[in-house]
């Protein structure tokens, strides 16, 4: 079986141009990632529903959710993402265009989770679902396990440890960007007015999280315990 990387180098030039073209030097908006982004979100969303179902028989619907949304979250696909090289491609790409900004462009993590997800939607339209769902799973086993076995709900984390003193965190989302099928969010988490952390995710719930999660760096909690 072929990984994901090996894949990715036989897309065809035009699939691959347009997973490593960003809206801002596209021509037009339809021929960016953005797209192809969109299919790729639901096609990784299937292979990693489908993998943790067989992986785990004894979970239930919450714990199934739980796991697939730490794999999914634009965290874990910019880290996938960066593992596999797509930010030297988007900058070897961004060079062609001319872009200015390229460098910032290539390692900002959500755009590296877009190109991620970009390319699986490109891999799915040239190779199908049955013979590249394999390498999808391969690349994220990682982090499937990861989310499985320590992963931690880390908004009750960051509550339990704060209650013993009789406070409570508050949540905020202080920036959305993207189209509204491919929406960002950002949160911050604060305590007695203090921000303590921030996040970033597809959703409300997974920058919550995400910013549960800094917030108990920055208290130095380690697994919940002081």
């Known amino acids: 079986m072929l990984s994901l990387a090996e894949l990715a180098q036989q897309l065809k030039p035009d699939l691959a141009r347009q997973v490593f073209t960003h809206s801002s030097w596209a021509s037009e908006r339809t021929l960016s990632y953005e797209r192809l982004e969109f299919l790729g979100d639901s096609v990784l969303g299937i292979c990693i529903s489908a993998e943790i179902y067989r992986r785990y028989p004894d979970y239930n ?3 199934l959710a739980k796991v697939r949304a730490y794999v999914v979250s634009r965290y874990t696909c910019a880290k996938v993402g960066a593992f596999l090289g797509l930010n030297r491609r988007l900058a070897e790409s961004a060079e062609e265009a001319e872009v200015a900004n390229l460098a910032s462009l290539a390692e900002n993590a959500n755009v590296l989770a877009a190109v991620l997800e970009a390319l699986i939607g490109a891999l799915y339209l040239q190779f199908g679902l049955k013979d590249m769902m394999g390498a999808v799973i391969g690349a994220f086993d990682e982090h499937i396990a990861y989310a499985a076995s320590e992963h931690e709900d880390y908004k009750t984390v960051l509550q339990e440890h704060v209650a013993k003193s009789g406070q ?9 960007e993207g189209p509204p099928h491919a929406r960002t969010f950002t949160s911050q988490v604060s305590l007695e007015g203090r921000v303590l952390g921030r996040g970033t995710g597809r959703t409300k719930k997974v920058s919550q999280q995400e910013a549960a999660k800094e917030a108990l760096s920055v208290l130095r909690i380690q697994g919940g315990s002081d």
Do not use: F, I, L, T
């Open 61 to 63: 619907e919450g714990e």
């Open 168 to 176: 409570e965190v508050s949540y905020e989302v202080v920036d959305v």
